[in-house]
C-alpha cells in the first residue's frame, strides 16, 4: 500500500511556516509550564536543603508565642451547681384551736425567735384556767382538813382513846386527797399551757412567707398551711453533689485537719460575682445510684442576704493546695497518640523539640507539669498548630529584624544587579 504525505503536494513556502507554528506553539507551552513551577517553588539559594522538622531549610519560619515553666501554689477546687436550702424551715401551726384574733406580722418580715406573730381569742381559755384553779383550791383544803383530823386521831391512839382502824382509815383519805391535789394542779398547769397557746410565737429566727389566714378565722391544730411560714436564712446552706470519683480526695480534706474549715465560695449564674463565701459543712454517708454521686452542704452567713432558699449558684470548693507546682498556660499543652506534649524552644537555634509530659491538677488558665518539663524553660503556646519536631520559628519580638535583614537582602540583591549590569554595559 502507497503512503500518501499530506504535505508533499504543498510549497516550500508553506510547509516552513507550518514547522514554524508548531514550534512557537511548542515554546509557549514550555514557558507556561515553567513559569507555573517557578510560583510554586520558591527560590532555594544554594546549599540549603529540607529537613525533616518543617519542610525546607530557609523557607519562612513559623511566627509563635512563648511562656515560661513557672512554679505556684495551685489551689485543688471542686466545683458544682448547688441549691440554697435554709438551715431550718418552720410552718408555724395554732397549738390550741380558737378564733384568731390578731395578726401582728407583715408578709415578708424577719422575725425572731420568741416573737409574737398572732392572738387566739383567750377567754375560753382564762375560764377553763379559772375552774381548774377553784378545784385544786377547793381540793387542798379537804386534804388540809383530813390532815388536821389524822393529827388528832393520832395523839388520841397514843392515849389509847381511839381504835388503830379510825386512824389507818383517816390516813387512806389524806393520801386519796394528796392524789387529788396532784390530779388538779396538773389540769390547772394544761389550762395555763392552752392560754399560752392563745400566743403564737415565732419558734425560729427568720423570714415569714406569705400569710396564709386572716383575721377572723376559726383556727385549728389540724390547720395543713398553719398560720405562716418561716425560713431561716442566715445561716443558711448550699446542698451539692459531689462526683463519687472525688470522694476519697474530699473525705481525705475533710479528716486531715479537723481544725482547717474548707473554704466555699458561692458564684452567681455567669461565675463571675461572688454571693458569699462560707465552709463546707457535713457530707452525706451514701451514694445515690441514679446519679453517682454523694450529696454534700456548705453553710454560709448570709449577713447581706444575696443568698435566697432555692435558688441555683454555683459552688467552688477549696479541698486544698499543691505547693510549689510547675506550671504552663493550658494552651502550651497538646494532646497526641502518645500522650500530652509540648513544643519546648530552643533559644539557641530557634528551634522547637517535641517532648511528652504528664499533667496534674489544672486551673482556668494554668495546668500542672507533674513531669517532663524544667523550671524556667519556654514553651509554643501560640502558632504550635503549625510545628513540628525540629521547625524554626520565629517570636515576636525577632519580627521586625527577621523583616528589616530580608529588605537589607533584597536591597543588596538590587544594588548587586544594577552593579552587575552597569559593569557589563
Do not use: C
Not at 67 to 89: F, K, N, Q, W
Not at 178 to 200: C, F, P, W
Not at 259 to 288: C, P
Request: hydrophobic content about 40%.
Amino acid at each position: 500500500m502507497k503512503t500518501t504525505n499530506p504535505h508533499a503536494d504543498q510549497p516550500p513556502v508553506a510547509r516552513r511556516k507550518t514547522h514554524m507554528g508548531s514550534l512557537i506553539a511548542i515554546a509557549l507551552l514550555a514557558g507556561s509550564g515553567w513559569l507555573a513551577w517557578h510560583l510554586t517553588h520558591p527560590d532555594t539559594p544554594a546549599g540549603v536543603t529540607q529537613n525533616a522538622g518543617g519542610g525546607r531549610r530557609g523557607a519562612p519560619a513559623t511566627t509563635v508565642g512563648v511562656a515560661s515553666v513557672e512554679r505556684v501554689d495551685i489551689p485543688v477546687v471542686l466545683d458544682a451547681l448547688g441549691t440554697v436550702t435554709p438551715a431550718a424551715t418552720t410552718t408555724v401551726r395554732p397549738q390550741v384551736s380558737g378564733v384568731l384574733q390578731k395578726v401582728l406580722f407583715t408578709e415578708g418580715q424577719m422575725v425572731k425567735a420568741g416573737q409574737l406573730l398572732a392572738i387566739i381569742d383567750p377567754r375560753q381559755f382564762e375560764m377553763a384556767l379559772m375552774q381548774a384553779t377553784g378545784q385544786r383550791q377547793r381540793d387542798e383544803a379537804q386534804l388540809d382538813n383530813a390532815n388536821l383530823t389524822l393529827q388528832r386521831y393520832r395523839t388520841l391512839l397514843a392515849q389509847d382513846s381511839i381504835a388503830k382502824q379510825e386512824v389507818d382509815t383517816q390516813a387512806a383519805l389524806v393520801k386519796q386527797l394528796q392524789g387529788t391535789v396532784m390530779t388538779d394542779r396538773a389540769a390547772e398547769g394544761t389550762a395555763r399551757l392552752n392560754l399560752s397557746y392563745s400566743k403564737i410565737v415565732a419558734p425560729i429566727s427568720g423570714r415569714v412567707g406569705l400569710r396564709t389566714v386572716d383575721v377572723g378565722n376559726l383556727v385549728s391544730t389540724g390547720d395543713t398551711n398553719g398560720i405562716a411560714v418561716i425560713t431561716q436564712v442566715a445561716p443558711i446552706d448550699v446542698e451539692f453533689a459531689v462526683p463519687q470519683d472525688r470522694v476519697p480526695e474530699l473525705r481525705a480534706s475533710i479528716s486531715g485537719d479537723e481544725k482547717t474549715k474548707l473554704v466555699a465560695t458561692a458564684l452567681d449564674r455567669s461565675r463571675t460575682t461572688v454571693l458569699d463565701t462560707g465552709t463546707f459543712l457535713a457530707l452525706d454517708n451514701q451514694v445515690d445510684t441514679q446519679t453517682g454521686t454523694v450529696r454534700a452542704k456548705a453553710r454560709f452567713a448570709n449577713a447581706k442576704l444575696p443568698l435566697f432558699p432555692s435558688q441555683f449558684v454555683n459552688l467552688r470548693l477549696a479541698m486544698r493546695t499543691i505547693k510549689d507546682a510547675l506550671v504552663i498556660p493550658v494552651s502550651a499543652l497538646r494532646h497526641g497518640s502518645n500522650g500530652d506534649f509540648v513544643y519546648v524552644l530552643n533559644r539557641a537555634d530557634k528551634t522547637v523539640a517535641l517532648r511528652l509530659v504528664k499533667r496534674g491538677q489544672a486551673t482556668t488558665d494554668k495546668v500542672e507539669i507533674a513531669s517532663g518539663l524544667a523550671l524556667g524553660e519556654q514553651v509554643i503556646t501560640e502558632g504550635a498548630d503549625r510545628l513540628k519536631d525540629g521547625a524554626r520559628v520565629v517570636l515576636p519580638g525577632d519580627k521586625s529584624a527577621g523583616a528589616n535583614g530580608a529588605s537589607s537582602g533584597r536591597r543588596g540583591r538590587g544594588a548587586h544587579g544594577a552593579a552587575s549590569a552597569t559593569t557589563k554595559s
